[in-house]
C-alpha cells in the first residue's frame, strides 16, 4: 500500500505503543510505521507512560489486569493534548464509557479489523492539525486548535455511538 501521510514540514510525529505482549507491540509499531513512514514510533512493554508523544497506543490488559483507564489518567496529566487509542480484545459498555468519558479518542477492538481505517483517519487528521500548528506558530490560537481537535473526536464519537449496540 502506499504511504498517503508524506511529511511536508519539519514535523515528525512521535507514537508510543505500550503494550506488554512484545509481538503485539511490534505488530503495531510496523504498522504505524507501513502508514506513517515518517514518524517516530517506540513500544514500551511494560504499563509506565512516557511523556513526549504526540500518539499513545495503550492496551488494556497487562497479565490479566485491566490498566487502560489508569494508562489514558496518566497520560492526560503529561500531554493533555496528546491523541489516546485504547487497544483491546475485550471490551465491554462500561470500559468503553470510561474510556471515552476519561478522553480517550479512540477504541479499537484488537479483534475486529473493520475499525482500522476509521481509527487511521482520525489519527492522520490530528496529525495534520498538529502539523499545520507546528508549522504556524502564533496564526492558529489554541481555541481554533481545540476547535479542530473536538471536531475529529465528535466524528468519532458519533461512530462509537453507532456501534455501540455491538458492544458486549
Not at 511490534?26 to 517506540?42: E, G, L, P, T
Request: net charge negative; proline share 4%.
Amino acid at each position: 500500500m502506499k504511504n498517503e501521510n508524506k511529511p511536508t514540514s519539519a514535523f515528525t510525529p512521535k507514537f508510543l505503543v505500550i503494550d506488554d505482549d512484545l509481538i503485539v507491540g511490534k505488530v503495531v509499531q510496523r504498522h504505524i510505521q507501513s502508514q506513517f513512514s515518517h514518524a517516530i514510533v517506540d513500544t514500551c512493554s511494560d504499563p509506565v507512560v512516557h511523556p513526549g508523544y504526540d500518539v499513545y497506543f495503550v492496551d488494556n490488559n497487562f497479565n490479566g489486569q485491566e490498566m487502560a483507564l489508569n494508562l489514558l489518567r496518566q497520560i492526560r496529566a503529561l500531554e493533555p493534548q496528546a491523541l489516546v487509542v485504547a487497544l483491546s480484545n475485550t471490551l465491554d459498555l462500561d470500559l468503553v464509557s470510561n474510556l471515552v468519558n476519561n478522553g480517550c479518542n479512540v477504541i479499537y477492538d484488537k479483534g475486529d479489523i473493520s475499525g482500522s481505517h476509521e481509527a487511521r483517519k482520525v489519527i492522520t487528521n490530528y496529525l495534520a492539525v498538529c502539523e499545520d500548528y507546528y508549522n504556524n506558530p502564533g496564526k492558529r490560537s489554541a481555541r481554533s486548535l481545540l476547535s479542530s481537535i473536538k471536531q475529529l473526536l465528535n466524528e468519532w464519537n458519533h461512530r462509537l455511538a453507532q456501534n455501540a449496540s455491538s458492544i458486549k
